[in-house]
């Protein structure tokens, strides 16, 4: 099983290694909590966004016990770069959602980079990089309701894990099954569908363990926009994430509780990359 929080740790150090922050002189710009996400500009104006998990928080009830969750407030942009980044690895998950943003700002500025061997496959939806058959049994963990439809026209065997039952709506027909049974579900997947909000609440490392049969793991989401290399180390075939065109539009946004339809029709587009080394492999891997 993968030690939790390895990626992010992983993450950090790669862009401490990369020596981007003290290179470009960066520091946060803007920094903005949202409802449904938050959002980091830096001063070269990359930035990145994450989901806000609210609904993971029973303290956000009252005043003294919701300023204990982010006692900072108002003194965020003071942090260094590294500060927020470190934030990543926090077991308070409004502190990890501004370090996973603050990442993916930062991973931003390492695709730029020619070196990079890390480019998109495609600009738009990862479901358009994986072929999935009637055959196959495709679990997915965190409801993507605009995936459920496209994938129930073409296999019935769809398991949506996810924590609130609200996630989708009356018109998607299919059942909603309990986190607690990650462990039985996830392993009998051929097709693992992740929401990149794991990388927030520290749990896609375990989740990752489970998938030993899976021959495609899809992490998706404009959380997941980070550098690939942890996550393709670790089985992940395919990260889905998004590329912000405009931040002041982004962080705008945010902060009048916008959701993924807003910022992809006003300032990100959504990008996949494949990791084709691991995708060959478990694409065309032998039965045991």
Not at 203 to 209: F, K, R
Request: proline content about 6%; hydrophobic content about 40%.
């Amino acid at each position: 099983m993968y030690e939790r929080k390895s990626i992010v740790r992983e993450l950090i150090q790669i862009i401490k290694k990369s020596d981007i922050i003290s290179r470009f002189n960066l520091t946060p710009k803007d920094l903005r909590i949202g409802v449904f996400y938050t959002g980091v500009v830096l001063s070269t104006g990359h930035a990145g966004m994450s989901y806000t998990p609210v609904q993971e928080i029973p303290e956000a009830v009252c005043c003294p016990r919701s300023h204990a969750k982010m006692p900072q407030a108002g003194e965020l942009l003071k942090l260094t770069t590294n500060d927020l980044m470190e934030y990543a690895i926090d077991d308070n998950v409004l502190k990890a959602a501004v370090g996973i943003a603050t990442i993916n700002a930062l991973s931003a500025i390492l695709f730029e980079d020619n070196k990079c061997k890390y480019k998109p496959s495609i600009y738009g939806d990862v479901l358009d990089l994986i072929d999935i058959t009637e055959k196959d049994t495709v679990v997915m963990v965190g409801a993507f309701p605009p995936f459920i439809k496209r994938i129930q026209e073409v296999t019935k065997k769809l398991f949506v894990i996810e924590k609130n039952p609200k996630a989708v709506g009356k018109n998607d027909m299919v059942k909603i099954e309990p986190d607690n049974r990650l462990q039985e579900i996830v392993p009998g997947g051929d097709i693992i569908i992740i929401t990149g909000v794991t990388l927030v609440n520290h749990t896609l490392e375990p989740i990752l363990g489970l998938a030993r049969k899976a021959s495609e793991i899809i992490v998706v989401g404009p959380t997941a926009s980070v550098y690939p290399e942890p996550l393709f180390k670790r089985g992940v075939t395919v990260l889905g994430g998004v590329k912000v065109n405009d931040a002041e539009k982004m962080i705008h946004i945010i902060g009048e509780a916008g959701s993924g339809y807003d910022f992809f029709s006003n300032c990100a587009d959504k990008i996949a990359i494949r990791n084709e080394v691991v995708s060959d492999v478990k694409r065309y891997k032998q039965p045991a």
